[in-house]
C-alpha cells in the first residue's frame, strides 16, 4: 500500500502564493507520473500540472505562467508552487500518482486533498 499526504493549502488573499506538497509513503519501488487536480464546489475535478519522469511539465491553460510544479524523487515529494492565486483557483487540491510497488504492479494512488481558498 502507499499513502499519498497532501499539505501547504490554506487561505489566502488574491495575488499571493502558496506551496503545496504531496509525500508519498509506502511499498514504493518507482514513481511515475504525478499530478495536481483540482475540485471546486459544483464543478468537475480538473488536471491542474502533471510532471512525468524525464520529459516537460504539463500545465492546465487556466494556471501556465502562475503554477509551478516540482518533484524530489529522492524524498518521494512532488510540489505545486501556486503564485499570483486568483479567486478561481479556489477549490481542494489533490495529488495523483501512479506507483509501482515491489511486487512490480503499476497502481494509481490518490490523497485526501488539501483546500485552498483565495479570497480577500
Known amino acids: 500500500q502507499v499513502q499519498l499526504v497532501e499539505s501547504g493549502g490554506g487561505l489566502v488573499r488574491p495575488g499571493g502564493s502558496l506551496r503545496l506538497s504531496c509525500v508519498a509513503s509506502g511499498n514504493i519501488f518507482t514513481i511515475d507520473n504525478v499530478d495536481w487536480y483540482r475540485q471546486a464546489p459544483g464543478k468537475q475535478r480538473e488536471l491542474v500540472a502533471r510532471?512525468?519522469?524525464?520529459?516537460?511539465?504539463h500545465y492546465a491553460d487556466s494556471v501556465k505562467g502562475r503554477f509551478t510544479i516540482s518533484r524530489d524523487n529522492a524524498k518521494n515529494t512532488v510540489h505545486l508552487q501556486m503564485n499570483s492565486l486568483k479567486p478561481e483557483d479556489t477549490a481542494v487540491y489533490y495529488c495523483n500518482a501512479d506507483v509501482t510497488g515491489d511486487d512490480h504492479v503499476l497502481r494509481v494512488y490518490w490523497g485526501h486533498g488539501t483546500q485552498v481558498t483565495v479570497s480577500s
Open positions: 510532471i512525468i519522469k524525464d520529459s516537460d511539465p
